[in-house]
């Protein structure tokens, strides 16, 4: 296993990268989030997990041992992106080897909608012993974001077909977003207003049905404030990718960039939150290695372990 990490390499791999200033961060953040409520809040450690998207090129080269890293890391639970070529099975002995479960998994809705084909990827859920199952992106066509409410109206549709069943098997199906949701829509809409896919996709899906997997990160890039989000949509925002933005709006290990998620995370309760998940989408391309990714869920648990709000 050339590319895994041991604990010692893991660690200062992270300190290596900075991870000193990142696990400082939570102190100034409990500071600043007391905001004069008294006693402090904290993301439960068993609610914090990680987007395995986020280790993808890792987990090509060493699945077993990069699960038992995560593991050693604090993780309990990770939510997955495909099965990184094994069965549902095979994946599924791999996570309890490691200890971890996959309470969330990301599994795009067919399209056009098929019920047989959607069902069979509900029992492949069940077999790997998801909880949630989320569509993981809609908002772009062929020319870029799609800007029709006629094309957002008839995926709505399809999401609460998905969401019925998932329902009926016993699973929480949600949508996360990107930033092109939040693109007006120019098309099929009444002149003077203004109306977003994402307001067509939470307006016209049955909040019973479908609940919400909001990306921090990409709801920042589509101009939309996560709290703003929050009071709109109370209770049906179960999970969030806690993904930091840098400067130049590219990503960055949760913690390093400028999201304050003290901020947004001392709306948990009223959001309806059960899931934190640490993502970084180029966590292990080039340039960074693919051993990297496993720094960035080191320092994104971390973080989420010692922040205060």
Known sequence: MPQSLSRRGLLGAAAAAGAAGALATPAAAATAGSGGHGRLSRVPRDQISVQLYTLRNQLAIDLEGSLAELAEIGYTRIEHAGFVGRTAAQFRAALDNAGLRATSGHVGI???????????????????????????????????????????????????????????????????????????????????????GFDILTGETDPRLVHLEVDLFWAYRGASDPVDLIKKH??????????????????????????????????????????????????GSPPRTPADALVTAQRGYAYLKGLRF
Do not use: C, M
């Open 110 to 196: 067919p399209q056009p909608f098929n019920a047989d084909t959607w069902k069979r990827a509900l029992e492949d859920a069940a077999i790997v012993g998801n909880k949630f199952i989320v569509h993981p992106f809609f908002g772009q066509g062929p020319t870029g974001p799609i800007r029709d409410a006629a094309v957002y109206r008839a995926f709505a549709a399809d999401l609460n077909k998905a969401g019925a069943l998932a329902r009926q098997a016993g699973l929480s199906f949600g949508y996360h977003n990107h930033h092109a949701e939040f693109f007006p829509q120019t098309q099929n809409v009444r002149p003077g207003t203004r109306v977003t």
């Open 234 to 283: 109370r209770g049906r925002i179960r999970q969030v990718h806690v993904k930091d933005l840098d400067a130049n709006a590219s990503f960055a290990d949760p913690g390093d960039g400028l999201i304050d998620f003290g901020r947004i995370f001392e709306h948990s309760r009223e959001a309806g939150l059960v899931e934190y998940i640490v993502e970084r989408d180029d966590a």
